[in-house]
C-alpha cells in the first residue's frame, strides 16, 4: 500500500507556458492543407479512408451496414444489451444503427459481469486517474500511464458518455485521499482510436510500473475552452491545440485533425492521400493508406512484416481481454474482393517509355474503340461487367444503331486476329453534360451481351479500376494516354498509340474560366510532345498505383490544338463521377472497398 500526495496540478492545455517539446518548428500553417479542410472530412469520408468493415461507402460517407450484410465467418460476442450476436460485425453493425448497445467482451453473454470505467480524485465528474473493472474480473483496476495517449483517452471519454472524447491526457490530480493500489498492479490499454467502448480496446497486465505511472483524463465539456489563437477546430466541434494536428494521432476523435495534412510530424507517416497516420501502422501489414503507401518498400526498409498487431506485449505482460483489433483485421480479410486494373502482364516486355510508342495487346486491356459507321472516331475504356466508360461528346442516343463497339483492337487498318466487335445495348450521357463548356463530359455505354452468355464480360478485356476518391492521384504523378488519335500534323494513326504525361495542378493558368477544377483534369508534358489528339476523345488517361493497379483517373475530353505545351489536355475527372457510375452500373461492379 502506498499513501501518495500527488501536489503537481499541471494541466497543460493550452498555455503558453507548455510548449509541446517534440514539435519542430514548423509553422502548422505549412502542415495543414487549408483548402482541403473546408471539406469537413472525418473518420467516416471515403475520399480519405477506408470505411469500418461493418459499415458501407455510400455518397461518399461511411455508413452502417445492415448486419447480415456482414461476412458469416467469425465467433460470438456480447453487448452490453445483454445479447449475443454471431459475429463481431454483426454487432458491431447493430451498434452502428443503434448506439446505445455496445460491444462488452468475446464470448457469449453470460448472467454476470458488467465492463466498467470510472474517473477517481478529478475535481469533476468529467476528470480523474481512469479505473476499469474488465468483466470476468470483480475489482476495479487503474490504467497504466505509459501506454495511455489522447487514442485511449478519446475512446475512454466517449465510453463515460463525453460525445466529443477528451480534452487532455495531462494531469495529475490534487488529491490528500490515499491511492489504495497495489504498486505492481496496472493494466496498459491499447486501442486504435474509433472504438465506441474502452472494452474493445485490449488489456494487458503490467506488472512494473510504480503507482505514480498511473493514467489520468480530462474528458471534453462544452465548456472546457473557449477558442482563442493557435487552436484547430476539430469537424465534431471540438478544439484542440493546432500543434497537436497532422501527428498521426487522432486528437479529435474524429480524425479531422489528421485528414488534411501536407507533411506530419512526430512519429507519423504522410500518406500520398495528405493523411498522417501513426508510423507503427507503417508495414504493419494493414493497407491504411487509402493510396496504400504505407505497406510498400517494408522488405526494404528492414520493417518486420508480420501480421503482429502495432503493440507487441512485452514480457511480463498478460492478456486479458481478446484482441478485436485482430478480429477487425481478420473481418476485412473475408470482405468481396475486386478484381480490376491487373494487367496479364506474363508476356509482356516493356518498352522504353518515350511517347506515342505503338501498344501491344496486353497493356491495354481496357482500351476500347467506338466506330461509327466507318470509322473510329473515339476511344473508351472498359470498366467491367458490360460497361464501358467514354465521353458524352463521342456519343448520341439517336445514333446507338449506328455505333460498333471494337474490343481488343490494335491497327484498324489491319485489323489483328484477338478483335470482337460487339454492339451496343444502351447509352447514358451525363444529364448535365454541356456541349458548349464541356463541363460533366462522361457518358456510359452498355454492350450488347452476346448470344449464351450468362454474365457479360469482354473477350480479351480487363477493366481498369474506377477511382473512388480524388486522393488517390496527385498532381506531379505521371499517367498514360492512349488511343488512335491523329498526330500533330493532323495525320491519320492506323494503331494503338499510347505516351506518358504528367498530371497538371490548376490549370486555371492556362484556360481560364473554360477549366473547371473539380470537374477537370489537366495533363500534358513539358514541352507538349505527348498529347491527346482528335480522335483520342473518349479515351482513357490512366494512373497506376503503389501495387501497380490501373485507375481510369480521366477521360480524353478537349484541349486547344495538340501537343502545345501552353495547351495541356484536358480530361474528364473521372473521380467525380464514382457515384454517377455507382448509381447507373451498381456498386458492386466498381467499388474496391467499403462495399
Ligand atoms: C468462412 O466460413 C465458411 C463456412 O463456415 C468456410 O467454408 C470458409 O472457409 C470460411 N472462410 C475463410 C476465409 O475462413
Ligand atoms: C499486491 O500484489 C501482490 C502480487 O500480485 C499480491 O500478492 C498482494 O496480495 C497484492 N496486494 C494488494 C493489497 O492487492
Ligand atoms: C473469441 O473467443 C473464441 C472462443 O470463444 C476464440 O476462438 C476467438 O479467437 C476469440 N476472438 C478473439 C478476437 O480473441
Ligand atoms: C445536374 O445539375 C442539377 C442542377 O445543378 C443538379 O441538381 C443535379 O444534381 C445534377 N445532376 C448530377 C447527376 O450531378
Ligand atoms: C487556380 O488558379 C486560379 C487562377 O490562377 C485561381 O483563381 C484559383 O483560385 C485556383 N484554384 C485553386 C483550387 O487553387
Ligand atoms: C510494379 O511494376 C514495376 C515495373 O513493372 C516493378 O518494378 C515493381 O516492382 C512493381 N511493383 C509492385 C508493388 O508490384
Known sequence: MKLVHVILLLLCFYSSVCKFTSTSDTPQEDLLDRKCLTEKYTHLSCNKVFCQPWQKCVDRTCTCKLPYQCPKNGTTVCSTNGKSYPTYCQQKSFECLRPQAKFLNNGTCTAEGQFSVSLKYGKTDSEGIVEVKLVDQDKKVFICKNTWSMTQANVACLDLGFQQGALDTEGSFLTSEDITTNDTECLNVHCRGLETSLAECTFTKAMTNGYQELASVVCYTQNADSPTNGLFQCVNGKYIPEKRACNGINDCGDQSDELCCKGCQGESFLCKSGVCIPQQYKCNGEVDCITKDDEIGCEAAGHLRTQAIAFVPQEKMEILTADMDAERKRIKSFLPKLSCGVKDNTHVRRKRVVGGKSAHLKEFPWQIAIKDDDKITCGGIYIGGCWILTAAHCVRVSKIHRYQIWIALLNWFKPNSELKIQSVNRIIIHENYSGTTYQNDIALIEVKKRPNQRECVLPHSIPACVPWSPY??????????????????????????????????????????????????????????????????????????????????????????????????????????????????????????NV
Not at 492556362?510 to 480522335?535: H, L, N, V
Not at 493497379?549 to 495547351?567: D, L, M, R
Open 472 to 593: 488517390l492521384f496527385q498532381p506531379g504523378d505521371t499517367c498514360i494516354v492512349s488511343g488512335w488519335g491523329r498526330e500533330k500534323d493532323n495525320e491519320k494513326v492506323y494503331s494503338l498509340k499510347w505516351g506518358e504525361v504528367k498530371l497538371i495542378g490548376n490549370c486555371s493558368k492556362f484556360y481560364g474560366k473554360r477549366y473547371y477544377e473539380k470537374e477537370m483534369q489537366c495533363a500534358g508534358t513539358k514541352d507538349g510532345s505527348i498529347d491527346a489528339c482528335k480522335g483520342d476523345s473518349g479515351g482513357p488517361l490512366v494512373c497506376t498505383d503503389v501495387n501497380n493497379v490501373t485507375y481510369v483517373w480521366g477521360i480524353v475530353s478537349w484541349g486547344e490544338n495538340c501537343g502545345k505545351p501552353e495547351f495541356p489536355g484536358v480530361y474528364t475527372r473521372v473521380a467525380t463521377y464514382f457515384d454517377w457510375i455507382s448509381n447507373h452500373v451498381g456498386r458492386s461492379l466498381i467499388s474496391q472497398y
